[in-house]
């Protein structure tokens, strides 16, 4: 959904206060878009929904949740968070790794050289 005016009856914002979601703090917030009836060939109006539940601790949104009657509902949640330190050898080189200095004018190609 674009962004509209204060204004237009047409959208709506609103706040949907806190909520501990896999043991997190979010902020959840709705959007609501109404499509009057009639402007796109609809006999009723057709409601389109977005509610979001952002992180401003992990700076990122663990729950989303998107619905149009025209698409059906989408839902997008994070889960299985995990705070803590990953394992150190994920950070660790392979075994058989080696760096090698190249020689100064040298190009760095794949495949056979071409003189």
């Known amino acids: 959904m674009g962004r509209r005016s204060a204004s ?7 706040s949907l206060g806190r909520q501990t979601i896999e043991g997190i703090q979010a902020e959840g917030r709705r959007t609501t878009m109404t499509i009057p009836a009639g402007q796109a060939g609809n006999e009723l109006p057709i409601h389109i929904v977005n509610e979001t539940w952002y992180s401003p601790e992990l700076q990122t949104t663990l729950l989303s949740r998107h619905s149009d009657p025209r698409n ?21 080189a392979p075994a058989d790794f080696k760096v090698t200095e190249m020689e100064a ?4 190609r794949r495949g056979p050289t071409r003189q």
């Open 8 to 14: 237009d009856p047409n959208f709506k914002t609103e």
């Open 105 to 108: 004018g040298s190009r760095n």
């Open 72 to 92: 059906g509902e989408t839902v997008t949640k994070l889960i299985n968070i995990s705070r803590s330190e990953p394992a150190r050898i994920l950070f660790d």
